[in-house]
Structure formats: structure tokens, C-alpha cells
């Protein structure tokens, strides 16, 4: 399968004082496409989805966006693309409704004899289609999210962004904090998600899920691309040694270790 190109990462360089972090990445990433990122403690993945996101400006090289070179000051101009990071909870108020949540800045409001009145009805019938629509349940969407799970928060994180016109979401270890139960459905929610065409960054560390959830899977080791392929074409022993450094796949030095 093969998708067209929404991001194109090309020789992104990152030095923090002395220390290179990265060391040179290039790599795509297109629409509907899930790529797991995948690499050792400190190779420079968390750095890398800060700079896509505009968390972090890169010493050097190009992003391109759907075509266009592009540079974000903040992940705020990075978000108004359509390029956000989901954190589980982070960006959700725990004192309001999953309603308003959704919401939050974008009320429907209407005015009677000039007077502004919140569409609550309306909103929360868009947030149910919503949420139906990505297969999530949740009891009452006039909960507050405290009392929501992880794995519910991060349902209204994904279904929001993809609702409101996100095209590139970036997940760094989503799961780490849920349970089996919810973590597959988190992998579920992530493949309709990119089945409505947007692109996906997943980091994660666990083999299982990035083949899960994957088409392609990026490996980066010190700081440089040390494996870009299918992964269909891949197994978890092989991304195991391009993590290693035993082999490297799809890069410009490539070496298949077993041929051919
Ligand atoms: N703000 C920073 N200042 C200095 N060094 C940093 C900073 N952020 C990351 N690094 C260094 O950059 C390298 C890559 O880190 P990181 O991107 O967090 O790796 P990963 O997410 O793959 O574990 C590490 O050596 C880390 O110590
Ligand atoms: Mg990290």
C-alpha cells in the first residue's frame, strides 16, 4: 500500500549545547499511514516528535507539510495545521464534562434577542456522532473527565483532533500507563483514525504494539535513521538488531545481516 506524502522530514539535525541528538533524519510519513518509531533510551525520538510538533525549533534541515516547507514557532501554530501531540490527560480539563471538552473554545452558541445562549444539545449530539463514530463508548458524556479512565481520556483526545481537522497526530508511549484492555482499543482507535487519512507517529517501545498498529516502522539509533521499512517486510528479531545496530535497513547504509 502505499500512501501520499503529508510529512517529509529531511536531514532534521538537533544539538542541544555539545551533544548532537540527532544526527540527521529523514524520513515520511504520509496520509493514513501509522508509522511506529521505535529506538533506545535517549537515540532521539521524544526530541524529534518535540521539533515535528513545534515544541522544539531544529538546528538544521527541512520539514515539509503537505508539500510546503514549514517552521513552527510553537505547538500552538503547529495544532492551527493540524499537527498536534496527544498526551494522555494533559490537555483535558478534569473538572468539566466530556461535552465541553470537546468543545473548549469552540461552543456553539447562538443569540436570542442578543443574548448568547451555549447549544448544549446540539454539542452533545455532535460529540455522541462523534464517538460513535470512532467506536468509542462512554456512559454519559455529561461526566466530568476525572472520573473517565485513561484510556477513555485519550478516546476524547483522538476522536477531537480527528474531528476538528487534525491530519498528523503524534503519540509518545500512549499506553504506558493503561492496561491490556485498554491499550487495545487505543490501537484500534489509532488504526480508524488513520483509515480516515490522517497520519500517525506512534513511539513505543514495545515490539507487539508497533506491529500491531504499524505500516512502516522507523528505527533511530543515535540519532540517525537506522531502519525505514514495511512492516510487513519486517520482523520483531530484525528491528531488534537495527535497534542494536546489527543491521540496517532502508537507510543509505543498508546491511541485511541473513542477505539478501
Ligand atoms: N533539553 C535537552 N537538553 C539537553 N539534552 C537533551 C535535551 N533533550 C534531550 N536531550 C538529549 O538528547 C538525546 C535524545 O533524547 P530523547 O529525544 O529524549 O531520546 P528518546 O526519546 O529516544 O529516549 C539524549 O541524549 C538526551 O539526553
Ligand atoms: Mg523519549
Given at each position: ?61 527541512r ?28 490537555s ?52 466530568n ?48 483514525i ?12 514495545i ?17 540517525k ?36
Amino acid at each position: 500500500m502505499s500512501f501520499e506524502t503529508l510529512l517529509d522530514l529531511q536531514d532534521i539535525r538537533m544539538n542541544f549545547g555539545a551533544i548532537e541528538a540527532l544526527r540527521g533524519i529523514s524520513f515520511t510519513v504520509g496520509k493514513g499511514e501509522v508509522v511506529a518509531l521505535l529506538g533506545d533510551n535517549g537515540a532521539g525520538k521524544s526530541t524529534l516528535v518535540k521539533i515535528i510538533s513545534g515544541g522544539l525549533k531544529p538546528t538544521a534541515g527541512r520539514m515539509m507539510f503537505e508539500g510546503n516547507e514549514r517552521a513552527f514557532a510553537s505547538p500552538a501554530e503547529a495544532k492551527a495545521e493540524g499537527i498536534e501531540t496527544v498526551y494522555q490527560d494533559l490537555s483535558l480539563c478534569t473538572n468539566v464534562d466530556v461535552v465541553g471538552n470537546f468543545f473548549m473554545g469552540r461552543e456553539i452558541v447562538k443569540k436570542y434577542f442578543g443574548i448568547p445562549v451555549l447549544q448544549e444539545k446540539e454539542m452533545e449530539k455532535v460529540v455522541a456522532d462523534a464517538m460513535a463514530h470512532a467506536g468509542t463508548r462512554i456512559p454519559s458524556l455529561r461526566t466530568n473527565v476525572e472520573y473517565l479512565s485513561g484510556g477513555q481520556r485519550q478516546a476524547i483526545e483522538l476522536n477531537r483532533f480527528a474531528h476538528w481537522g487534525g491530519k498528523l497526530v503524534l503519540l509518545d508511549e500512549p499506553f504506558a500507563a493503561l492496561g491490556v484492555e485498554q491499550t487495545r482499543r487505543g490501537l484500534d482507535m489509532i488504526k480508524r483514525i488513520a483509515a480516515q487519512g490522517i497520519g500517525v507517529i506512534i513511539i513505543t517501545h514495545i515490539m507487539t504494539q508497533a506491529f500491531q498498529v504499524a505500516d512502516r516502522i522507523v528505527v533511530i539509533r543515535q540519532g540517525k535513521v537506522a531502519g525505514d521499512v514495511a512492516a510487513k517486510k519486517t520482523s520483531p528479531d530484525e528491528v531488534v538488531r537495527m535497534i542494536t545496530g546489527e543491521s540496517m535497513i532502508g537507510t543509505a547504509q543498508e546491511t541485511r545481516p541473513n542477505g539478501p
